[in-house]
């Protein structure tokens, strides 16, 4: 018999290829396996030696043993008649054809979800080598979130301050690509920036962004010539895992985004679909006059000021009129509009008018950007068609999970409308911002809507952890101020902090902060300072409704302590309303009226500018006001109509109830309703909830002089919870003076 007869008698040809295709199945699970175990890289080598080793071993072993039906013996000692290698053969056949169908799958899902993409350009230059990022995408497939990275602002080199606005821009532009990867979580721009010219370490960055990975570098431009470089820490050791310099004409600043985001997705061992591949390299211009407006107009949206809004209104349109078709742009517009509208003067019905067109040519897209589709939602949102703007903004998070706006804006759908908000849209509320916040873990409007959250759930410890975060993450913020200082005014919990913040100069000026500390101001019967403060917050450029609110309640706690007249107060109102002629402040306006019993011009003006209360089926929360206001008017003239606006209230109200709302939280606003409806019963039950068995130090002027209240005024048991308001407000505000005189403070 022949050496070659025996080899293939004693099944050792069989043995070395079921031997071969089980040590390539095993090496390609293995680097499947490796990033997500996380399995030091000396792993994959010493089972490769193994298998290596083993392979001349299985050989010898087939040679010199035979399996038998008494077991395992040495070959020379099998009678060849009494061999059942035919036998043994015939299972390694089928052990081979079963490795081989697993080989055929692998390489089957290989062959499909990576196609091209262990060897491709990811950048397209006319097919030009040299001018190419090319990377080498590992043949794995990692889990969504597999691995995390926060792009850090890119510090601006160049002897120009003025060029800051594109360093941050490159930045943001990175950052925005690698967002596009849904196998990748990246921490969002807010949390990002906020680390900016901050002296900490990579370490103690990237803890708080719960990220593994950072990017940072910097920006170098000169006339035509930009100089960029990049680096890439793991962050939990300091170690560079890449770094790179490029020296580029300024019009190539997109290929310099393509080959870093190309060479972090190497470093990082992502393997893409060919989409994601595609969406790596897209911009929304290829004009770079255009993307440099464009980086300008992101750059004045961060500060949130009316003054920074109104230029990034202008550097989108320039954006805009240099390349019409730029999604990012318009995107970048509509949200500057939508932050005006939210932050400045700019009505909701301009707000509409100005975004209609914008938006017009997306409604229908099936190729939008998630950016395009969160600004649709907002439109939406702001129109009052919830449906369809929940429908924007999951379409936006299917196409980039980690667009943490999308989340955000998403939850201010149900939080606009909150009196209709049923519970299982206030629980989708707080999951929907955590997701959010876990993208952009020190945004502070996040933070802040997450307190309030818990507040309104009468979750104190939770809604008090959340400002404490909060203060860490920046006391000198007005947003954060002005929440801190709402929570130690309004609970009772600590009036010398509500002081200290409200005596603060460091903390820059908003609408928002100014109105609480008249607020405060006049709850410790500082009026004085309060007008001042008024004369600052009218000069702020805040927010006309915020001015209003704020006229109206100093002009109420004037009326109640007899510093002004009824007619005088009226007067009052008009006289702001003629000199800021805003959709905003109307119903200061019929307020006036319905004092001075002109109460069908004050229906007339109300439905002239809010038609929607009447059309609509449910009432929107967002003209919750004025719908209260219309009812006290027309309930004096027209029954009929007013009976159709009092089941509106009522069934939002309702609904409202139906989830508990912590009373300090919504302070008068429940009482009030129940108040203008007539309602003696639940008027007095809420009151004497948010009075009597809470500690609330606000309103009490309102309560005092509003027109709803006036049929309550004899009752015995709504002067009982007025005397105990006005009681508790007088013992609190008295020993807080005495505290801080005897310390020395000043009291304006």
Known sequence: MTVFKELKRRNVFKVATAYLITT???????????????????????????????????????????????????????VVDDSITNITGRKLDFGIIAAMAVAVIFLTNEAYFSEDSSNIDTVQNNGSADERAVYHSPSMALSDQMTSIAVLPFVNMSNDPEQEYFSDGLSEELLNVLARIKQLKVAARTSSFFFKNKNMDIKEIAEKLNVEHVLEGSVRKSGTKLRVTAQLIQADTGYHLWSE????????????????????????????????????????????EAQDAYL??????????????????????????????????????????????????????????????????????????????????????????????????????????????????????????????????????????????????????????????????GRLIEAENYLSIM???????????????????????????????????????SGRILSSKIGFYLTLNMVEAAERTL?????????????????????????????????????????????NNTLDNQYLLATAQIIEGEYELASAVLLEYYPQLLKEELLNSQYFNEALILYSALSKHDPDTAGIIANKINTSISTAMKRDPEPTTVGLGIPLTYACLGNKEKTLSTLSKL??????????????????????????????????????????????????????ISTL
């Not at 490769?48 to 040495?74: H, S």
């Not at 994601?276 to 770079?288: C, F, R």
Request: aromatic content about 12%; overall charge negative; glycine content about 2%.
């Open 245 to 288: 310099t490029y020296d580029y004409e300024i019009d190539d600043v997109f290929k310099i985004q393509d080959e870093i985001s190309a060479s972090v997705v190497q470093q990082l061992k992502i393997t893409l679909l060919k989409e994601q591949i595609v969406a790596l390299t897209e911009h929304g211009t290829k004009i770079p």
């Open 24 to 78: 390539w199945l095993i090496i390609q699970i293995v680097a499947v396996l490796e990033p997500y175990l996380k399995l030091p890289e000396w792993v994959t080598p010493v089972i490769i030696v193994f298998l290596v080793v083993g392979f001349p071993i299985a050989c010898l072993f087939a040679w010199a043993f035979e399996l038998t039906p008494e077991g395992i013996m040495r070959s020379k000692d099998v």
């Open 691 to 744: 009075y009597e068995k809470h500690n609330y130090f606000d309103e009490i002027h309102v309560l005092q002089q509003d027109n709803c209240f006036d049929f309550l005024k004899e009752d015995k048991d709504f002067k009982r919870i007025l005397k105990i308001a006005e009681h508790k407000l007088d013992e609190k505000r008295k020993q807080f003076l005495e505290q801080i005189n005897v310390a020395n």
């Open 296 to 457: 300008l107009g992101r750059y004045f949206m961060r500060p949130r000021t009316p003054e920074s809004l109104a230029k990034a209104v202008n550097a989108f349109k320039k954006s805009l009129r240099i390349d019409a078709d730029n999604q990012l742009a318009i995107s970048g517009l509509v949200d500057t509009l939508s932050l005006q509208e939210a932050h400045a003067n700019l009505s909701k019905k301009d707000f509409l008018e100005y975004s209609l067109p914008l938006l017009t040519p997306f409604f229908d897209g099936a190729n939008n950007s998630a950016e395009i589709d969160t600004s649709i939602g907002a439109y939406f949102t702001t129109k009052g068609e919830k449906a369809k703007a929940v429908r924007s903004y999951e379409k936006a998070i299917a196409t980039n999970p980690n667009y943490s706006q999308a989340y955000h804006w998403y939850a201010v759908v149900y939080v606009n409308d909150f009196l209709n908000m049923t519970k299982a849209e206030k629980a989708k509320v707080k999951t929907l911002y955590k997701q959010a916040l876990s993208l952009d873990p020190v945004s502070e409007i996040l933070l802040t809507n997450l307190y309030f959250q818990e507040r309104i759930d």
């Open 471 to 509: 203060l860490d993450v920046n006391p000198h913020s007005s947003f954060i101020a002005d929440t801190a200082l709402l929570h130690y005014w309004l609970t009772g919990l600590d009036w010398h902090k509500a002081w200290e913040i409200s005596q603060n100069n460091s903390i820059e000026n």
């Open 535 to 579: 004369n600052t917050l009218v000069n702020s450029k805040a927010k006309t409704s915020t001015i209003a609110y704020t006229q109206l309640s100093i002009g109420l706690y004037k009326l109640s302590h007899k510093m002004i007249t009824k007619a005088e107060f009226v007067q009052l109102l008009k006289d702001f309303v003629n000199e």
